[in-house]
């Protein structure tokens, strides 16, 4: 994500990544449209009637012509059904700050991000929730960001210069004053992490008890991830981007245009040495483990005092020594740095100022970027401000039913899997019916209390933003990292921090617990409106929801029981088809191409999350016919009557193809070479191929759209499915 937004996605929690949509509600936001529940089915044609307000028909109008917009109708669904859905969607968007890929989904953090404006001003509310005195040291932040020099970077900022002096030093900028022999760049990259500045060390945090940090391979570059290949010269974008990036903030500290060439291409240099060490690895963390294990290297020396500089001492491990570091690549990376010594502590200098950097290219820009820049520094107190405005009961009874629904659609899959013997069968509906449900969030009102007393500890230095913007990214990391910091204080069976915050755009499946949430931030378009047909509804939240509920039988999700421990609960029989099943899913993604960057999708690393999709997808449909079943026998001794229209105004659309239209405009997105770069080994499959793969592996979406067998999205007969 760009810098405003919140949520550092673990790759422990598989997540349904959701967000949305850039315009605002003609109904006020978020939920005050009169509308059909689809717990509170009416039972009569004039019940039906009086549902439907003038201004709900006038809304669906106004959305209907949006989803519209977004299609390209050149194009044949059968041919390409993500280019029919979404062809159109880059070109109408409004344009936003973002410095990551554009989509549908992610574009309802701005919603958030507006609401975040208006909440400040509650001065009311934040006094009947006791939260006064963060709220108007939140307002102070924000006023001070709106009226600060953010474009370009004031890299030269006294506070910047100073920090960075700190905590490794600037050669670039101190010359002869900087002190080589006292630099250490792993020690550099530790006090980066205080910041949630990209170094040399690239941490998150498990999501269970004691909430101990792990460790991924660092990702190298600014605006463009590198890679071997693509800064092998410097015509390729990735070098430009990032040579222009280093460039602007040389060109604050009046280098000559000699001195500032070198130093870049110094840091070139490193990455290229570096690299080569990051290709002895794939994606996966086995390859740590097993070249560790190749190579015997002993474990690196130097973890100590990482935990001493970003987690004050604290000793997960009483002492022992961890096999999750991946010594063999900080060891051969150690001789690098060791080369590169200079350039090493350029680039990190560098990388704190990218940190810290708004990004913001025009004027405009300015508001939007403060506003996420406080959403997601301060999410537990706007959190707690948002879910008292803006989350109903009513909305909660809403998504109960569907998720109710959802449910029953995969038990009845489970029931109907011909694959499972009865034992595995057994244990398969016994975790289902264990699955517990959170809407909203979950609920620790101590806990959320704690954290948000914590912002009475940002200092807003009146003359000083940058001073500042350094205080308050140093308490987000603190605040992000407190279970973990405080794991002899809490419970062992206390949640993770990300559950507590509804106002973010995902919804979670928790392994470890056997649970699920839907966040409230979630509920807005494109993912979800009270006023919507249910064919819509379904085919958006009942998927996401259904997503997260396949999740608990994905590749992951299978290896825990109903209770949530780790077990084999599987007969070898079972085992092997489901091991079958699910490799269907990966060859089928892996034939992918990119052609943008000429690479294909990681089937293997995408797996878990394209077996979710499919089975989400399946589920949301089938719990939409149970539903429309249910209305069309409702009325007294059992009458059928038509349900109120299920289809869109302005779409020429049955309600089933509108369901898939719905699920593929979800991921509508706009990609630049660099973001397909970003996301390339993530868990997540790129937006258009993840659209892709779902309905080219759904027999009921090639029956709906009436594609014959061998067009491009009915390719084959035989469909890759687990559930």
Same mark, same amino acid.
């Given at each position: 994500?760009?810098?405003?937004?919140?949520?550092?996605?673990?790759?422990?929690?598989?997540?349904?990544?959701?967000?949305?949509?850039?315009?605002?509600?003609?109904?006020? @936001?978020?939920?005050? +449209?009169? !509308?059909?529940? /689809?717990?509170?089915? %009416?039972?009569? *044609?004039?019940?039906?009637?009086?549902? &439907?307000?003038?201004?709900?028909?006038?809304?669906?109008?106004?959305?209907?012509?949006?989803?519209?917009?977004?299609?390209?109708?050149?194009?044949?669904?059968?041919?390409?059904?993500?280019?029919?859905?979404?062809?159109?969607?880059?070109?109408?968007?409004?344009?936003?700050?973002?410095?990551?890929?554009?989509?549908?989904?992610?574009?309802?953090?701005?919603?958030?991000?507006?609401?975040?404006?208006?909440?400040?001003?509650?001065?009311?509310?934040?006094?009947?929730?006791?939260?006064?005195?963060?709220?108007?040291?939140?307002?102070? @932040?924000?006023?001070? +960001?709106? !009226?600060?020099? /953010?474009?370009?970077? %004031?890299?030269? *900022?006294?506070?910047?210069?100073?920090? &960075?002096?700190?905590?490794?030093?600037?050669?670039?900028?101190?010359?002869?004053?900087?002190?080589?022999?006292?630099?250490?760049?792993?020690?550099?990259?530790?006090?980066?992490?205080?910041?949630?500045?990209?170094?040399?060390?690239?941490?998150?945090?498990?999501?269970?008890?004691?909430?101990?940090?792990?460790?991924?391979?660092?990702?190298?570059?600014?605006?463009?991830?590198?890679?071997?290949?693509?800064?092998?010269?410097?015509?390729?974008?990735?070098?430009?981007?990032?040579?222009?990036?280093?460039?602007?903030?040389?060109?604050?500290?009046?280098?000559?245009?000699?001195?500032?060439?070198?130093?870049?291409?110094?840091?070139? *240099?490193?990455?290229?040495?570096?690299?080569?060490?990051?290709?002895?690895?794939?994606?996966?963390?086995?390859?740590?483990?097993?070249?560790?294990?190749?190579?015997?290297?002993?474990?690196?020396?130097?973890?100590?005092?990482?935990?001493?500089?970003?987690?004050?001492?604290?000793?997960?491990?009483?002492?022992?020594?961890?096999?999750?570091?991946?010594?063999?690549?900080?060891?051969?990376?150690?001789?690098?740095?060791?080369?590169?010594?200079?350039?090493?502590?350029?680039?990190?200098?560098?990388?704190?100022?990218?940190?810290?950097?708004?990004?913001?290219?025009?004027?405009?820009?300015?508001?939007?970027?403060?506003?996420?820049?406080?959403?997601?520094?301060?999410?537990?107190?706007?959190?707690?401000?948002?879910?008292?405005?803006?989350?109903?009961?009513?909305?909660?009874?809403?998504?109960?039913?569907?998720?109710?629904?959802?449910?029953?659609?995969?038990?009845?899959?489970?029931?109907?899997?011909?694959?499972?013997?009865?034992?595995?069968?057994?244990?398969?509906?016994?975790?289902?019916?264990?699955?517990?449900?959170?809407?909203?969030?979950?609920?620790?009102?101590?806990?959320?209390?704690?954290?948000?007393?914590?912002?009475?500890?940002?200092?807003?230095?009146?003359?000083?933003?940058?001073?500042?913007?350094?205080?308050?990214?140093?308490?987000?990391?603190?605040?992000?990292?407190?279970?973990?910091?405080?794991?002899?204080?809490?419970?062992?069976?206390?949640?993770?921090?990300?559950?507590?915050?509804?106002?973010?755009?995902?919804?979670?499946?928790?392994?470890?617990?056997?649970?699920?949430?839907?966040?409230?931030?979630?509920?807005?378009?494109?993912?979800?409106?009270?006023?919507?047909?249910?064919?819509?509804?379904?085919?958006?939240?009942?998927?996401?929801?259904?997503?997260?509920?396949?999740?608990?039988?994905?590749?992951?999700?299978?290896?825990?029981?109903?209770?949530?421990?780790?077990?084999?609960?599987?007969?070898?029989?079972?085992?092997?088809?489901?091991?079958?099943?699910?490799?269907?899913?990966?060859?089928?993604?892996?034939?992918?191409?990119?052609?943008?960057?000429?690479?294909?999708?990681?089937?293997?690393?995408?797996?878990?999350?394209?077996?979710?999709?499919?089975?989400?997808?399946?589920?949301?449909?089938?719990?939409?016919?149970?539903?429309?079943?249910?209305?069309?026998?409702?009325?007294?001794?059992?009458?059928?009557?038509?349900?109120?229209?299920?289809?869109?105004?302005?779409?020429?659309?049955?309600?089933?193809?509108?369901?898939?239209?719905?699920?593929?405009?979800?991921?509508?997105?706009?990609?630049?070479?660099?973001?397909?770069?970003?996301?390339?080994?993530?868990?997540?499959?790129?937006?258009?191929?993840?659209?892709?793969?779902?309905?080219?592996?759904?027999?009921?979406?090639?029956?709906?759209?009436?594609?014959?067998?061998?067009?491009?999205?009915?390719?084959?007969?035989?469909?890759?499915?687990?559930?």
């Amino acid at each position: 994500m760009n810098q405003g937004t919140m949520f550092s996605i673990s790759k422990y929690f598989r997540l349904a990544w959701i967000a949305g949509l850039t315009y605002i509600l003609i109904c006020g @936001f978020p939920f005050e +449209c009169e !509308a059909r529940s /689809v717990d509170n089915e %009416p039972q009569d *044609d004039s019940e039906r009637e009086n549902t &439907i307000t003038d201004e709900t028909v006038e809304y669906l109008q106004s959305y209907g012509a949006k989803m519209k917009s977004y299609m390209n109708f050149s194009v044949d669904p059968c041919d390409d059904f993500y280019e029919y859905s979404c062809g159109n969607w880059k070109n109408v968007i409004k344009p936003r700050l973002s410095s990551d890929r554009r989509s549908n989904l992610l574009d309802i953090m701005y919603t958030l991000a507006e609401v975040t404006d208006q909440i400040l001003t509650r001065t009311e509310m934040a006094e009947a929730l006791n939260v006064s005195e963060e709220v108007a040291i939140a307002q102070r @932040f924000y006023n001070a +960001c709106l !009226a600060a020099d /953010v474009s370009p970077l %004031p890299a030269a *900022d006294p506070a910047y210069l100073a920090l &960075i002096r700190s905590i490794g030093g600037f050669p670039a900028v101190d010359g002869d004053a900087w002190n080589a022999s006292s630099f250490s760049w792993f020690n550099m990259s530790a006090h980066l992490t205080n910041y949630g500045a990209s170094g040399l060390i690239n941490e998150d945090e498990v999501p269970h008890f004691p909430f101990e940090p792990y460790f991924k391979l660092p990702e190298l570059g600014f605006d463009h991830v590198v890679h071997t290949d693509i800064i092998a010269n410097s015509s390729s974008r990735a070098y430009k981007m990032n040579e222009k990036r280093m460039r602007g903030y040389l060109k604050s500290y009046n280098l000559t245009e000699e001195k500032a060439t070198a130093v870049v291409t110094g840091v070139f *240099d490193f990455w290229r040495d570096a690299l080569a060490v990051e290709d002895k690895f794939n994606s996966s963390e086995e390859s740590c483990i097993l070249l560790d294990s190749l190579h015997s290297v002993p474990a690196f020396g130097q973890w100590r005092s990482y935990y001493e500089i970003a987690w004050n001492g604290v000793d997960f491990h009483n002492g022992t020594d961890s096999s999750e570091y991946c010594d063999f690549y900080y060891t051969e990376l150690d001789k690098v740095c060791a080369k590169h010594q200079e350039a090493v502590a350029n680039y990190l200098s560098m990388a704190l100022l990218y940190r810290m950097d708004a990004k913001v290219k025009d004027v405009q820009d300015q508001k939007e970027y403060c506003q996420l820049t406080v959403l997601g520094s301060m999410a537990h107190l706007i959190n707690k401000l948002y879910m008292a405005k803006h989350f109903d009961e009513e909305t909660h009874s809403e998504i109960s039913a569907m998720i109710k629904k959802l449910r029953e659609s995969f038990r009845q899959m489970l029931e109907h899997a011909d694959w499972l013997d009865t034992e595995t069968r057994r244990e398969a509906l016994l975790k289902e019916a264990s699955i517990t449900h959170q809407i909203g969030s979950y609920k620790d009102e101590e806990h959320s209390n704690l954290l948000i007393r914590q912002y009475r500890n940002l200092s807003v230095v009146d003359d000083s933003y940058p001073q500042s913007l350094i205080n308050l990214r140093r308490l987000s990391i603190s605040l992000r990292r407190y279970n973990g910091l405080h794991f002899d204080e809490i419970a062992t069976d206390t949640k993770p921090l990300v559950l507590l915050l509804g106002m973010q755009v995902n919804a979670f499946y928790y392994n470890r617990d056997n649970s699920m949430y839907v966040m409230a931030g979630i509920l807005h378009p494109p993912a979800y409106h009270r006023s919507w047909p249910d064919s819509l509804k379904f085919g958006t939240l009942g998927y996401l929801i259904g997503h997260e509920v396949t999740h608990g039988f994905d590749t992951v999700g299978a290896t825990h029981d109903s209770d949530g421990q780790s077990r084999n609960w599987w007969s070898k029989k079972s085992e092997a088809v489901f091991k079958e099943r699910s490799k269907c899913f990966v060859d089928h993604y892996s034939t992918y191409l990119i052609p943008e960057i000429n690479r294909k999708i990681n089937g293997n690393e995408t797996k878990d999350e394209n077996i979710a999709d499919s089975g989400g997808l399946r589920e949301a449909l089938a719990a939409y016919r149970s539903h429309i079943k249910q209305l069309q026998k409702g009325g007294e001794d059992n009458e059928t009557t038509a349900p109120r229209s299920d289809q869109m105004p302005g779409l020429d659309l049955s309600p089933e193809q509108l369901f898939f239209l719905g699920f593929a405009q979800l991921w509508c997105a706009s990609y630049k070479e660099e973001h397909f770069w970003h996301e390339l080994n993530k868990e997540h499959t790129i937006d258009k191929y993840r659209v892709l793969g779902a309905v080219t592996n759904s027999e009921d979406f090639a029956e709906i759209y009436n594609c014959k067998l061998g067009s491009a999205m009915h390719p084959k007969s035989n469909t890759c499915r687990v559930w």
